[in-house]
């Protein structure tokens, strides 16, 4: 009597895959399905192998080239930039609210320190943006001349 595992009425009568020449399979190694028993498959001779199709670069994505950058790229990044800036602000603003006293032509005044730097460091940059845009707007009266 034979069990349900391993008995001799299990086993492929057939050749295995030790009998190919070119296979060399560790004994108590499962079989392919190729490799089996009466399944019948066309030889080497007879099966055209597919190769998969070149990939070709499309006009929309060429295949060495990277994803360009755009303006909207761009323009996320300096928004996320800015944010940044802005929430550091109002922690420094948060944290700074001393009230101090301001003189300024003449006028004296009171408000919190962080607000005092701020209001400074707007008008340092209202300075720089004049002296920029009258050097471009100079550069652009250049260029037309020429």
């Given amino acids: 009597?034979?069990?349900?595992?391993?008995g001799a009425a299990?086993?492929?009568?057939?050749p295995t895959n030790?009998?190919?020449p070119g296979t060399d399979v560790p004994?108590?190694?499962?079989?392919?399905?190729?490799?089996?028993?009466?399944?019948?498959?066309?030889g080497a001779e007879e099966v055209t192998p597919v190769r998969p199709a070149p990939s070709r670069p499309t006009p929309s994505r060429p295949a060495s080239a990277k994803i360009k950058r755009t303006r909207i790229s761009g323009t996320w990044?300096?928004?996320?930039?800015g944010l940044v800036v802005l929430v550091l602000l109002l922690i420094f603003i948060l944290q700074n609210l001393d009230s101090v006293t301001v003189h300024f032509f003449g006028g004296e005044g009171s408000l919190p320190l962080a607000i005092a730097m701020l209001?400074?460091?707007?008008?340092g940059a209202a300075l720089v943006a004049l002296i920029g845009g009258a050097r471009i707007l100079q550069l652009r009266k250049q260029a037309?001349?020429?």
């Fill in 27 to 42: 004994e108590g190694a499962l079989e392919p399905a190729e490799l089996r028993a009466g399944d019948v498959r066309p």
């Fill in 18 to 20: 030790h009998d190919l």
């Fill in 1 to 6: 009597m034979t069990h349900a595992r391993g």
């Fill in 77 to 81: 990044v300096a928004v996320i930039a």
């Fill in 119 to 123: 209001f400074s460091a707007i008008g």
């Fill in 10 to 14: 299990d086993r492929p009568t057939g």
């Fill in 144 to 146: 037309r001349r020429r």
